[in-house]
T-cell receptor, first 114, second 118 residues
Framework: AQSVTQLDSQVSVFEEAPVELRCNYS??????LFWYVQYPNQGLQLLLK????STLVKGINGFEAEFNKSQTSFHLRKPSVHISDTAEYFC????????????WGAGTKLIIKP | GAVVSQHPSWVICKSGTSVKIECRSL??????MFWYRQFPKQSLMLMAT?????????EQGVEKDKFLINHASLTLSTLTVTSAHPEDSSFYIC??????????????FGPGTRLLVL
C-alpha cells in the first residue's frame, strides 16, 4: 500500500535561517506530489506540486521542493524563513485514478523563533 | 483562481440537532468534491468522495446515515451531520477538483468549518 512519511513532527528554526521539511513516500508506480500549508484554524493552501518534468519545483512564499525518484523523496525547502511561515505543513501524493484521492503525511509543525 | 468557500465557518449546536455545511467552488466547476475531518494536531481524514450527480463514496468506518453528502451541482456540495453528538465536534474541511487538463490532479481546499456540539 502507498504511504507518505513526514519524518519530523515538529521543526523549530530561527528567523532568516534555512529550513528543510522532509517527506518520503512509498509507491511502485508514478505519483503526483504536493505540499500544502495550514495556518491555525484555517483550511489548506497549495504550496507547490510535482506532476512531471523538472524535478525542482518552485512554489509560493519562496518555497521549493525537489523530487528524487530514486530516494522516493519530495523534501520542502526555504532558504530564509520568516515568522509568518509558522504553520503546519502537509505532504501528500496521489496515484491518479478516477478521483485523484490524496494520501496524506502526518504533517510537520514548523515553528519560527525570533 | 480555484477558490473554494465553506459556510458556516463556525457552528455551535445542541446535541441531537442536525447541522448542514456548504462547500462551494467559486470560480471553477468541481467534478469531484472531498470531505475531510481533522482532529487537533492530526492530519486530514478523508470521510467521503462525491461526484456531481452521483452518490458519495464513503470511507470505511464513516457512517453514511450520519454524514449525509449531497453534490447536486458542479459548484456545490453539502455535508449534513444528522443528530449530532459531542463526539462529532471537529474541524470539517472540504476540497474540490476539476476535470480540466491543467488542474485535474489538484485539490483546492475550503477554509474549514469548526463544529462544536454541546
Amino acid at each position: 500500500a502507498q504511504s507518505v512519511t513526514q519524518l519530523d513532527s515538529q521543526v523549530s528554526v530561527f528567523e532568516e535561517a534555512p529550513v528543510e521539511l522532509r517527506c518520503n513516500y512509498s509507491s511502485s508506480v508514478s505519483v503526483y506530489l504536493f505540499w500544502y500549508v495550514q495556518y491555525p484554524n484555517q483550511g489548506l493552501q497549495l504550496l507547490l506540486k510535482y506532476l512531471s518534468g523538472s524535478t525542482l519545483v518552485k512554489g509560493i512564499n519562496g518555497f521549493e521542493a525537489e523530487f528524487n525518484k530514486s530516494q522516493t523523496s519530495f523534501h520542502l525547502r526555504k532558504p530564509s524563513v520568516h515568522i509568518s511561515d509558522t504553520a503546519e505543513y502537509f505532504c501528500a501524493v496521489t496515484l491518479g485514478g478516477s478521483n485523484y484521492q490524496l494520501i496524506w503525511g502526518a504533517g510537520t509543525k514548523l515553528i519560527i523563533k525570533p | 483562481g480555484a477558490v473554494v468557500s465553506q459556510h458556516p465557518s463556525w457552528v455551535i449546536c445542541k446535541s441531537g440537532t442536525s447541522v448542514k455545511i456548504e462547500c462551494r467552488s467559486l470560480d471553477f466547476q468541481a467534478t469531484t468534491m472531498f470531505w475531510y475531518r481533522q482532529f487537533p494536531k492530526q492530519s486530514l481524514m478523508l470521510m467521503a468522495t462525491s461526484n456531481e450527480g452521483s452518490k458519495a463514496t464513503y470511507e470505511q468506518g464513516v457512517e453514511k446515515d450520519k454524514f449525509l453528502i449531497n453534490h447536486a451541482s458542479l459548484t456545490l456540495s453539502t455535508l449534513t451531520v444528522t443528530s449530532a453528538h459531542p463526539e462529532d465536534s471537529s474541524f470539517y474541511i472540504c476540497s474540490a477538483r476539476a476535470d480540466t487538463s491543467t488542474r485535474k490532479e489538484t485539490q483546492y481546499f475550503g477554509p474549514g468549518t469548526r463544529l462544536l456540539v454541546l
